[in-house]
């Protein structure tokens, strides 16, 4: 059966579509948790394609590793053979193609960002704390309310200026479930 065939046989005819009756809203009930059924059909198979080409990019990162590792494995035995550059944080081999290079081993600082705030509160080092200043948005707007349009302090009745609040509409918005 046709979406026409449903509607009727003046369902082609008219200009304008209007729920109008119980049939018809169980019939758009019906339409829209197939389209949603649909979606979520063919979203489950896009995230199975995304897994499956994951898969297979790891599988190249492996066989590039396996295809390369030897080659590499070589060439730092050759790189520590030869006189090569060195500065404070690697050793460098410089080649027609490429270059080899050894970067040190070195160690890096990694804070836990809330103990250190409390650690450097603690001893007194203002210094070092950085203040985000922001609005307490959620207290300061039921101080507002929307009068013709625009925003008011309830408080004082001024009118504040729209380039610092203003009013947007909101589209009602309705679900089928």
């Known amino acids: 059966m046709t979406d026409y065939e449903y509607f009727g046989e003046d369902a082609e005819e ?14 758009a009930c ?18 199975a394609e995304i897994e499956e080409i994951n898969k297979k990019v790891a599988l190249l990162d492996q066989q590039l590793e396996s295809r390369t590792g030897f080659l590499k494995s070589k060439l730092y035995d ?4 030869v006189d090569h550059k060195e500065t404070k944080t690697q ?11 050894w970067k040190k081993p070195s160690q890096k600082l990694v804070p836990d960002k809330d ?15 950085k203040v ?6 959620v207290n300061y707007k039921k101080e507002c309310e929307i009068a013709d349009g625009k ?8 009118l504040l200026p729209e380039d610092i609040i203003t009013v947007e509409d909101v589209p009602g918005s309705f679900d089928i479930k």
Do not use: C
Request: overall charge negative; proline content about 1%.
């Open 14 to 27: 008219s200009t304008e579509f209007v729920i109008d009756n119980d049939r018809l809203a169980n019939w």
């Open 132 to 137: 985000k200043e922001e609005i307490d948005w």
């Open 30 to 47: 019906k339409k829209i948790k197939e389209e949603i059924a649909e979606h979520d059909r063919l979203v489950e198979i896009a995230r």
């Open 78 to 81: 050759y790189f520590q053979k």
């Open 115 to 129: 103990k250190l705030l409390a650690y450097v509160k603690e001893h007194n080092m203002p210094e070092f704390v």
């Open 151 to 158: 925003a008011v302090n309830v408080q004082t009745g001024e």
């Open 91 to 101: 050793e460098n081999y410089k080649l027609l193609d490429g270059s080899l290079v």
